[in-house]
């Protein structure tokens, strides 16, 4: 018998309680319990940013995280940034106007890194976006719309 934990965890600004595996970790808890699949599973080891999610404003991998570890934190999923009145967050949107994106898989991740980047106010130029995005793996070569986008974002937010 599987012992489950009960855990209540604040996604998107809505309480949940959810009986999981202790060992569940974020990015499964998110998809398989909540069925939020906007947070995608590249790896589950950590090298391809495809799980990336906010905790308490920051940037971080879903797969590396147990879901008990979020327990009492605020957690932001792709899902959770457009307003409530359903418009784009500006980097949903700039991702859209620089074609940043093909296949999409990749693209969650991407954007809640960009989010994170700017926040953290590592846009001073291309090469810099580069080098904070480059935790997010994109096999359709996407990057050049990526960095335009991130630019563009960040210019607005100003
Ligand atoms: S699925 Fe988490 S880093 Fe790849
Ligand atoms: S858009 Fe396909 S992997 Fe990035």
Redesign the pocket.
């Known amino acids: 018998m599987t012992r489950t934990i009960n855990l209540k965890l604040d996604i998107n600004g809505t309480s949940h309680v959810l009986a999981v595996d202790p060992r569940a970790t974020l990015?499964d808890a998110l998809r398989e319990n909540l069925a939020l699949t906007g947070t995608k599973?590249?790896?589950?080891?950590?090298?391809?940013?495809?799980?990336t999610v906010h905790i308490d404003g920051r940037r971080v991998?879903?797969?590396?995280t147990l879901a008990a570890q979020a327990e009492g934190r605020q957690v932001t999923t792709i899902e959770g940034l457009a307003a409530a009145d359903g418009s784009l967050h500006p980097v949903q949107a700039a991702f859209l106007e620089h074609d940043a994106f093909q296949c999409g898989y990749c693209t969650p991740g991407q954007i809640m890194s960009a989010v994170g980047c700017i926040f953290e106010g590592h846009t001073g130029s291309d090469s810099e976006i580069r080098e904070y995005m480059s935790g997010n793996l994109c096999r359709c070569g996407a990057h050049n719309g990526i960095v335009a986008a991130v630019r563009e974002a960040a210019e607005l937010a100003r």
Request: with cysteine; aromatic share 0%; charged share 10%.
């Open positions: 990015l599973k590249g790896c589950d080891q950590g090298q391809c940013g495809a799980c991998l879903a797969c590396l």
